[in-house]
């Protein structure tokens, strides 16, 4: 409850951000930046975000908003870079309207979600809003990156920010970077201001 409360007021939140004259980077917490992400920010669009697909795409695929035959996209919600720009405005107060006027969208929970409102703000807005997907060797999902051994060894150096989802729950997440050689936080805990996680 407190996660579906908490990630609806993101967009408002995002949207004060840019009100101030920022850009800004959002990302979830179970997310690992193993290479500097800001140099594949590349060009001047107004929003920059990953896919939540497990299918493989060719390495050199298109960078605009996926389509599907459905209508329905699986753009994450969990890494956005926006712009201070009119358009990346224009998207968040989309997205807030989107959980306002169909907050219930995720009927199994019950609870509003906020990922398929800010793809819904993302079809809406298409022709206002100059968006980028990133790649998807740099910004693989979970679903992906620890299914498929095969592809993460093809796309070996690749990667820049390895989301953790596709699994529920803080222990097996935990559990799950640890194994991968990902959990790199007690490592450079001596650097860190909030030193060791326990
Ligand atoms: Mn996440």
Redesign the pocket.
Known sequence: MGFYNLTSRRPQHLLDILELGYNVMYN????VWLQDPFKYLQGGHDVYFMDDMTAIKPLNHSHGLPTSRNGVTYV?S?MIFLRCTSGAKLLLKKWVEEIRTQPWSNTEAKKPHDQPAFNRALHKTTHQVDVYLLPQSAFPS?GLYFKNKKWVNETNGKHVIV???YIVGYNQKLKRFQDFGLWLVDDFSHESPLGKLE
């Open positions: 979830d917490v179970d997310m994450c969990c979970g989301h953790n989802n």
